[in-house]
């Protein structure tokens, strides 16, 4: 449930304060009606208690309302359960708040004396299953024989004795039974009870329990089907024989153990009791009754058992010495107000003087733990103090860098595409030079003088003919010559235009890069809002306080923000890239993957733009100046 470590903190706390000045009872307040159970104390806790509990739970709703992503139903057999995901990722039953004190009362040991194996963390706070082995075994050993709720479950019947007026009850596993129920409810008899009589001559002389009697009884006993029924992945059955028999798992070993049914539990620890009272290293409770059966609270029982080395005291010291009692809680018939049950002090102390030294433990591990949390805190925040920072210094400093940069990267392709278009200039004035050039040689070659002097003489003629063939061969040398410079000029035509594509494209893009350096702005605003909101998250957990605003806010923008800023981080990282490459000044910082690059397609490119190229990626080197055009 919610606040269930604190809760269990408080719980312990107060327990300890009672307990300094010998109060044999912790006090669960929880300042509201979370104390007051819905139900009786003769009722025990099941599934469809809970989902019944959790369906009137008016704050668990609204809590599903507010953070439905954090909530999980899960469906045992027929009954449907609200389960909460923790910091583990796993998920639990929510407990309603109608159920959270006699929960607290349930595992007061665990909480109040915890140990290394007996804790909040693994027996609270995990999925335990069916119902009151455990504390069969104690109330067995503590009476030296059969309790009146044991012969109860067999049909024996007798008066109580008027010094005890406390109805008796069955408590299943984890409910409001206390160790003091234990110590201190036996019941006073008559020494002429005869009922009382032949149930012990009974017990005696009971006979051995038989696998087809407890076959028999499992089919009976209505609790055991009701169990089967809520949790059947606990549950197996196995064939011995002709005989068909229930069976339950041990989630701590794993191993599967025939169910005593309730009619027989009583019998069982009878024909038990000597390696239940005198326990050897052959003959005990482990390598006897818990090798074949099994039922609910066993461990915690023989714990009970083997502290106290099977001896309880008698009667009349039962008094001095209830300072073993967990939470003994009853309600009033008006206020429904808790009373509690003086013992003696120094009882008390001396029982809780071994307890002490454990919480102390446990107390200062949680001092660690809260410390460390306290310093993780404490470098979040300072953390996202130096991102707001570090975002005011990018707009400052870096926005306006950038720009500048991209500003200069631009103005030198601008340079570029210049020179490249007077180069081309160049290059079409050449063509229709060349052009000039040909007809007129063409013209020459073609020229006939004697049409203007019909009459030459015969050596002027012979010279004229001798010019006009010389200036004819002077002319085809010259096409020749012209039509493989025309080649020539035509790549470089060709590889001027390409630059200036290329240039003009690099410029689109470097204008397309300041919009994303625009929208890096906005990016930047929206991270510093989402650490804004951790921030005061964290500052919120810090303080054991929340609010709807900064539930909601969490949960609608945060986290989709948070997916968004992923996203847009890859995407602007790589138009940074890109971006980079476009505007790097290679005459100040040449790059070398650009120079593999150009001189892996030398083969593609024009002799005079290979070398303009490896000039501009080679860091301008005096000796690498491309030659000037004239």
Not at 391 to 418: C, P, Y
Request: glycine content about 4%; some cysteine; aromatic content about 10%.
């Amino acid at each position: 449930w919610r606040g269930i470590r604190r809760d269990a903190d408080n719980y312990i706390r107060r327990y300890h304060e009672v307990m300094a000045h010998g109060d044999n009872a912790a006090i669960v307040v929880h300042g509201d009606e979370s104390d007051e159970d819905s139900l009786d104390d003769n009722t025990p806790i099941t599934l469809d208690v809970i989902a019944r509990e959790q369906a009137e739970d008016v704050d668990l709703k609204k809590m599903m309302e507010r953070v439905p992503n954090v909530f999980s139903t899960a469906t045992n057999s027929s009954v449907q359960l609200i389960t909460a995901r923790g910091k583990d990722k796993k998920y639990r039953i929510v407990i309603p708040k109608s159920l959270q004190a006699k929960v607290m009362r349930t595992y007061h040991d665990c909480l109040c004396n915890p140990t290394e194996e007996n804790n909040f963390d693994k027996v609270l706070y995990v999925h335990f299953t069916w119902n009151g082995i455990h504390r069969d075994v104690a109330d067995y050993a503590r009476n030296e024989g059969l309790t009146d709720e044991m012969m109860d479950r067999r049909g024996a019947r007798r008066k109580k004795s008027k010094k005890d007026s406390k109805p008796r009850r069955r408590c299943s596993n984890d409910s409001d039974y206390s160790n003091e129920d234990l110590l201190g409810s036996r019941l006073t008899l008559k020494s002429g009870d005869s009922q009382y009589s032949s149930v012990e001559e009974e017990s005696e002389t009971s006979q051995p329990i038989g696998l087809d009697e407890i076959a028999r009884e499992q089919k009976k006993d209505r609790e055991l089907r009701q169990l089967k029924k809520e949790e059947p992945f606990v549950f197996s059955t196995v064939r011995y024989g002709n005989t068909l028999l229930t069976t339950a798992q041990n989630f701590r070993d794993n191993k599967y153990r025939i169910v005593i049914p309730y009619s027989l539990q009583g019998r069982m620890l009878q024909t038990y009791r000597d390696c239940l009272m005198n326990p050897t290293p052959d003959r005990n409770f482990d390598t006897l009754l818990y090798n074949h059966f099994t039922w609910n609270g066993i461990h915690d029982d023989v714990d009970y058992f083997v502290k106290h080395s099977g001896r309880v005291p008698k009667k009349g010291s039962d008094e001095g010495n209830r300072s073993y009692g967990q939470l003994a809680a009853k309600k009033s018939a008006k206020g429904k107000e808790f009373k509690f049950k003086s013992s003696a002090k120094n009882e008390s102390i001396r029982h809780n003087q071994g307890n002490d030294t454990e919480y102390l433990e446990w107390a200062q591990e949680n001092k660690v733990f809260h410390q460390k949390l306290k310093k993780i805190r404490v470098w979040f925040l300072l953390s996202g103090f130096f991102l707001i920072i570090s975002s005011i210094l990018f707009f400052e400093q870096g926005v306006k860098r950038v720009f500048n940069s991209l500003d200069d990267a631009q103005a030198g392709l601008h340079v570029t595409e210049d020179t490249a278009k007077e180069a081309l200039e160049v290059t079409h004035k050449y063509f229709e030079t060349q052009s000039n050039v040909q007809e007129t040689a063409r013209m020459i070659g073609t020229y006939d003088v004697s049409q203007w002097c019909p009459a030459l003489p015969t050596d002027l003629n012979e010279f004229s003919q001798d010019v006009r063939n010389a200036t004819y061969q002077i002319g085809i040398q010259f096409r020749d010559t012209a039509i493989q410079v025309e080649t020539e000029v035509k790549g470089i035509q060709n590889d001027i235009e390409g630059l200036l594509v290329t240039v003009q494209d690099a410029d689109a893009t470097l204008e397309d890069f300041k919009r994303y350096i625009g929208a890096a702005k906005v990016l930047v605003i929206l991270i510093d809002i989402v650490a804004l909101s951790l921030m005061l998250a964290c500052i919120l957990a810090w303080t054991e306080t929340q609010h709807y605003v900064t539930i909601c806010f969490r949960n609608s923008f945060i986290i989709p923000i948070f997916v968004v800023l992923i996203i847009l981080f890859w995407i602007f990282s790589t138009a940074s890239l890109l971006g980079a490459m476009a505007g790097s000044d290679f005459c100040r910082m040449p790059d070398e993957s650009a120079t593999a690059l150009v001189l892996g397609s030398q083969e593609s490119l024009s002799p005079l733009v290979l070398a303009f190229l490896l000039y501009y990626i080679t860091g301008c080197l005096p000796d690498r100046v491309p030659p000037k055009l004239e």
